[in-house]
């Protein structure tokens, strides 16, 4: 028998195939069958939708980091909330999160689309590492994080025109580019030494990665650092074939203790120097004459500084002639009118024992004899299209700047240096000025493509390497293994923290902590511009030159330029006692620390809290300072004041006046007398 069943388009189908009668017995069996997969479907059924009532889950975990859809949070070891950032440009999708097969944490979705974000732990011993990357998939799409103090205290980023340690933020700043810049010039800039790396008295660090298109702002009042990635309206470029989306990763390092995590992140993430410069730097002074001439220079001007140098029995390693040697910026040649008889003058300045550094800077101005051939040559940062050299202002007229990123930029400026050298036999070395990013155009076109601006510092910092043992820079960025020493930032002749005596030790520390640590704490005194000196005289006060030079003697190098004989015979001779006792004293210990940067990276000027690690009182101290773990330095740096307050860590310690402090907590020294003519410093010593 056959059955016919209802066809398809085509009708009914009339080939079909027989079947066979249902035994009556078998029905029920059957029949328990339909209803059991009837069962199950509706089983099925019933849990996706249990599933899908559930709540979705609003916490995710990575060993100790929770995270959430607004951002997450970092534990330590006991529980206590170490590290917070919020995301402030979309929030995650939690559902979109998976772990996958190399225990990577996993999500594809934020409220605003698709995007590529992951967290990666790393284990290091005693340190937990998390890598987080943000990357949105469509263009002009910011990605903005908030990451909170946290009640702790953070050190680091770069130099700032006032300078405070720990780092003290103040009113509101949207994002904008971090990039070097001079805040001398512009005090609202990031400073000539940066780098993206921040560290926490919590035991906590972060560093930006270098692809990032990095953007810093920060609120006072919700005590936070907004971290930005984007391309729009900014001078970072996506790398070559790229699409221009934006991507904010980074690392949060967890330790046991902020110097332990510190030297976790300077042995993994920095570059070292590879050699030690001269020890001559170390041990005596550079003397400038750029705060006393200016440019009002002349070859008999510097003849008599260097006299005078030795008739008032100075040492010298390197004297610095600073600025107007030459007609015009951007020649590489004395001026006759001034400089009758260069080769004359080398003759005797070497004739007397001096070494010659010669101020050099990246700019050719439009009036130089050599503007026309860097324009022919195309050796100059170029306007966008390329067609064009772009002029720039800078504070000694208008000029193009090399493009350090043109090996033919780089061969032309390094032959004009060594021809000086060769023509004038006295030149050693140089001192590089300027350098950041801030002096190129807001858009510019290099030879190499340049995604992050600051890579153009980095570049003109390689340009000194030859002269490493002698030479001297003020701009670095990635910038430590050019093995030269690096000075802050010019210095008004004031007491306060905006570029002024106070400034001195937080810059020192700050620029330390980013890995720079063959350090020039610039000009003793200040740089005596006009309305910016205190009490508005022609010379830096005279207590604060005294205070100035007591401090500098601490320091790994100290550099003269306002002579102690502009003063009197009193502060001539407190000058020769503290460029003697900087000599016998700090100078050796210096050399050996400066020996151990090579491998580890760590700083020669120290914190408090680096032998102190778990005191909030240390956190706070900008003030006083260590010289490797055993000599600690507590200067005078207010106006007309004998004594001051004094911090000593547990230890044993003697002072310079022969007194002995044997203590098991933390000692609180008030008003500890220091005459004029003294620093205080503290030497621990192994006990008895």
């Given at each position: ?43 099925v059924t019933a849990w996706c939708y249990y599933i899908a009532s559930l709540p979705k889950p609003d916490l995710l975990r990575a060993e100790m980091l929770e995270l959430n859809k607004d951002g997450f949070v970092i534990r330590n070891q006991a529980g206590a909330i170490v590290f917070k950032m919020a995301f402030r440009s979309g929030t995650l999708d939690l559902d979109s999160c998976y772990k996958d097969d190399n225990d990577i944490l996993r999500c594809s979705r934020s409220n605003d689309g698709k995007l590529n974000f992951f967290i990666q732990t790393v284990f290091v011993k005693t340190v937990t590492c998390y890598r987080l990357r943000w990357e949105e998939l469509e263009s002009d799409r910011p990605v903005d994080h908030a990451m909170s103090y946290n009640g702790s205290h953070w050190y680091g980023g770069a130099e700032s025109a006032v300078q405070h340690w720990p780092i003290t933020i103040s009113g509101q700043q949207e994002p904008k580019p971090f990039v070097t810049g001079d805040v001398y010039a512009n005090r609202n800039e990031s400073g000539s030494i940066l780098e993206r790396y921040w560290l926490s008295s919590n035991a906590t660090a972060i560093k930006i990665n270098d692809s990032v298109p990095f953007h810093l702002g920060w609120n006072d009042t919700e005590k936070t650092f907004y971290f930005q990635a984007r391309y ?457």
């Amino acid at each position: 028998m056959y059955q016919v069943v209802p066809g398809g388009a085509g009708g009914t189908i009339t080939d079909a195939t027989p079947i066979k009668k249902i035994n009556k017995d078998a029905r029920p069996v059957v029949a328990a069958g339909v209803l059991g997969v009837v069962l199950v479907i509706a089983a099925v059924t019933a849990w996706c939708y249990y599933i899908a009532s559930l709540p979705k889950p609003d916490l995710l975990r990575a060993e100790m980091l929770e995270l959430n859809k607004d951002g997450f949070v970092i534990r330590n070891q006991a529980g206590a909330i170490v590290f917070k950032m919020a995301f402030r440009s979309g929030t995650l999708d939690l559902d979109s999160c998976y772990k996958d097969d190399n225990d990577i944490l996993r999500c594809s979705r934020s409220n605003d689309g698709k995007l590529n974000f992951f967290i990666q732990t790393v284990f290091v011993k005693t340190v937990t590492c998390y890598r987080l990357r943000w990357e949105e998939l469509e263009s002009d799409r910011p990605v903005d994080h908030a990451m909170s103090y946290n009640g702790s205290h953070w050190y680091g980023g770069a130099e700032s025109a006032v300078q405070h340690w720990p780092i003290t933020i103040s009113g509101q700043q949207e994002p904008k580019p971090f990039v070097t810049g001079d805040v001398y010039a512009n005090r609202n800039e990031s400073g000539s030494i940066l780098e993206r790396y921040w560290l926490s008295s919590n035991a906590t660090a972060i560093k930006i990665n270098d692809s990032v298109p990095f953007h810093l702002g920060w609120n006072d009042t919700e005590k936070t650092f907004y971290f930005q990635a984007r391309y729009h309206d900014s001078p970072y470029r996506p790398h070559l074939g790229k699409p221009p989306y934006a991507e904010l990763s980074y690392r949060v390092c967890v330790g046991s203790d902020v110097g332990s995590i510190h030297k976790y992140m300077v042995r993994r993430y920095f570059n070292k120097p590879y050699k030690v410069p001269s020890n001559v730097m170390f041990r005596h002074p550079i003397w400038s004459t750029w705060a006393l001439h200016k440019t009002d220079i002349n070859q008999n001007k510097l003849l008599e500084y260097a006299a005078n140098i030795r008739k008032h029995g100075f040492n010298c390693s390197l004297l610095q002639l600073d600025d107007r040697y030459a007609r015009r910026y951007g020649d590489f040649d004395f001026d006759p009118e001034t400089f009758p008889n260069a080769t004359g003058m080398f003759q005797q300045l070497k004739a007397d024992g001096f070494l010659v550094s010669l101020w050099t800077h990246p700019f050719v101005n439009y009036d130089s004899v050599n503007f026309g051939t860097v324009v022919e040559k195309g050796l100059l940062v170029r306007e966008p299209t390329g067609n064009l050299p772009a002029l720039v202002r800078w504070w000694n007229g208008i000029g193009g700047i090399l493009d350090f990123t043109n090996p033919e930029a780089r061969n032309w400026y390094t032959s004009q240096l060594r021809s000086l050298r060769s023509r004038y036999q006295g030149i050693t070395s140089f001192k590089f000025d300027a350098g950041e990013t801030s002096y190129l155009p807001w858009k510019f076109r290099t030879h190499a493509h340049l995604s992050d601006p600051s890579s153009f510092t980095r570049r003109y910092t390689e340009i000194a390497m030859p002269y490493n043992e002698w030479a001297e820079l003020r701009s670095g960025y990635q910038s430590q293994n050019i093995s030269c020493f690096f000075r802050i930032i010019d210095r008004d002749s004031v007491w306060g923290y905006e570029l002024g005596l106070k400034s001195l030790i937080p810059s020192v520390l700050t620029i330390s902590i980013l890995g720079y640590q063959f350090i020039l704490p610039d000009m003793i005194g200040g740089n005596a511009y006009p309305n910016r000196t205190y009490g508005g005289m022609a010379l830096p006060d005279r207590e604060l030159y005294i205070r100035w030079l007591e401090l500098s003697a601490f320091m790994p190098a100290m550099q003269f330029s306002i002579p102690p004989w502009a003063y009197d015979n009193e502060v001539v001779q407190i000058a020769q006692r503290f460029t003697k006792l900087h000599e016998t004293l700090v100078a050796p210990r210096v050399l050996e620390l400066a020996s151990e940067v090579l491998a580890t990276g760590d700083p020669i000027i120290r914190p408090v809290w680096w032998i102190a690690t778990t005191d909030e009182t240390a956190y706070k101290i900008d003030s006083q300072f260590l010289i490797g773990d055993d000599l600690m330095v507590a200067p005078v740096l207010e106006p007309g004041k004998q004594e001051r307050d004094i911090y000593l860590p547990p230890g044993h310690w003697v002072s310079y006046k022969g007194e002995r402090y044997d203590n098991k907590e933390p000692l609180h020294l008030t008003d500890y007398p220091v005459d004029l003519d003294e620093i205080a410093y503290f030497e621990w010593i192994a006990k008895a």
